[in-house]
């Protein structure tokens, strides 16, 4: 029997947000490698075995998954959201290239998921509507010079901005370096949301002007999306606001 | 009985990336509203009533829809890929502004899809691994200077790239110009890959540098992902290359 190895995106939580083939890859699976809770997303099933790992060792379970799928075993490695967007795909060809030949030699497939932006940007209307960017916010893998570098830039594009990972738990004061850097940038009234733990049972949605936006609104589970100079909120009496952006910037 | 309206993604192509929430909502509405080609991939069953219309006319369908379910009717309205990334979703938004109070009222939802930037990262490897920025290049609704403007800050912030709408039939010479703009911009070997028809029978993946890449390789059906300068190509005996763009930006 030949092994394979696919990464999967398992969106940003509720299950009715993987696609198809996510679902056909896990059923016909023995394997499932990836971090703790995604793993504990799977329902386990008798035949598939789980190993699932602490943060911040993504090579190490890059390699520990291609090694199984070169002995044969089927494969799925699971990441949140999209598994190409700031997870586990680019780390898995890290290891590929750094492995032996056997891993090159492997059927691999990347199965695209709903990425968190933009299960953040339907569940506030369309603020990704018009041309945006996305960022990650730790300066884990990059220098912190070029996170500035890029916000400045962005700005000055006027797209609308997906910030992945604001806070984390080990460099707390990063993101209120950033939110300084985009209100020294950006007019006042610029609309930025905090979307947290969208599409599950402690999902919150959260937008306001820029000038109010404090440090503490976001945490490690929320992905903050910056509106473009254009970004509009309609408010509708009785019911969540809607916040999009307009196809067109006039000329 | 009260009407809603669901703005639904239907992905690249394969009904296989379709999320299982779109494809409650479909089991769920009486009239599906979209473009021909995207109204055309939802399969017939009684009681579900069909309207297809013509591209270009977005503001006209969501207005349609939105009477519809003012009028009682659960309606989808059908994009491709994702449908708040250069898609029906900010159509729907900008009509519901100008239109009555009714429409403000509407239970209203929109659900994700995988938009063809994921789809074609995924099939290439994971191009969009790292900082990236999304750009409609149709002049239909901005102008081109703003497009220009916008590629070379996207460049100067070393994101990778993602090309909606590269190539239209009414103005086909402005893919050119772009393409000439980020060959002054880019060092020669930078990787661009042109992905056309991701996830149908006709799928095809061209990653070129970015020095041999021509305005004919895209068409209306391609979505092109331009590389950061750190993206990387990983060629396998046998198989089809792997494109990916690390985690990590060396200090």
């Known amino acids: 029997m030949s092994g394979w190895l696919a990464i999967a995106g398992l969106g940003p939580g509720d299950p009715r947000l993987w696609t198809g083939e996510v679902v056909e890859a896990l059923a016909e699976a023995t394997d499932v490698v990836g971090y703790i809770p995604y793993v504990a997303r799977v329902p386990d099933r008798e035949g598939l075995t789980k190993h699932a790992s ?13 090694q199984l799928a070169v002995n044969g075993h089927r494969v799925v490695v699971v990441s949140s959201g999209d598994p190409g967007v700031f997870a586990m795909a680019a780390a898995v060809f890290e290891a590929m290239e750094a492995g032996p030949d056997a891993f090159r030699d492997l059927e691999i497939s990347v199965l695209p998921g709903i990425t968190a932006m933009l299960a953040a940007s339907a569940a506030a209307g369309a603020i990704l509507g018009h041309d945006f960017c996305a960022i990650n916010l ?26 992945y990972n604001p806070r984390s738990k080990a460099r707390p004061e990063g993101f209120g370096r950033a939110l300084d850097l985009l209100k020294a940038l950006c007019e006042p009234g610029r609309l930025i949301t905090f ?45 969540a606001p809607i916040v999009y952006t307009p196809r067109s910037v006039p000329v």
Do not use: Q, Y
């Not at 602490?54 to 291609?66: K, S």
């Open 54 to 66: 602490d943060n911040r060792v993504e090579i190490d379970r890059a390699t520990h998954a291609l």
């Open 138 to 163: 730790s300066d884990n893998l990059k220098p912190w010079e070029l996170i500035e570098k890029r916000l400045r830039l962005a700005v000055e594009a006027d797209f609308a901005c997906a910030f």
């Open 195 to 239: 979307a947290r733990a969208v599409s599950t049972p402690e999902e919150t949605l959260n937008t306001v002007p820029l000038a109010e936006a404090v440090p503490e609104m976001a945490d490690m589970r929320t992905v903050v999306l910056l509106g473009s100079s254009l970004t509009r909120r309609i408010d509708r009496p009785g019911r």
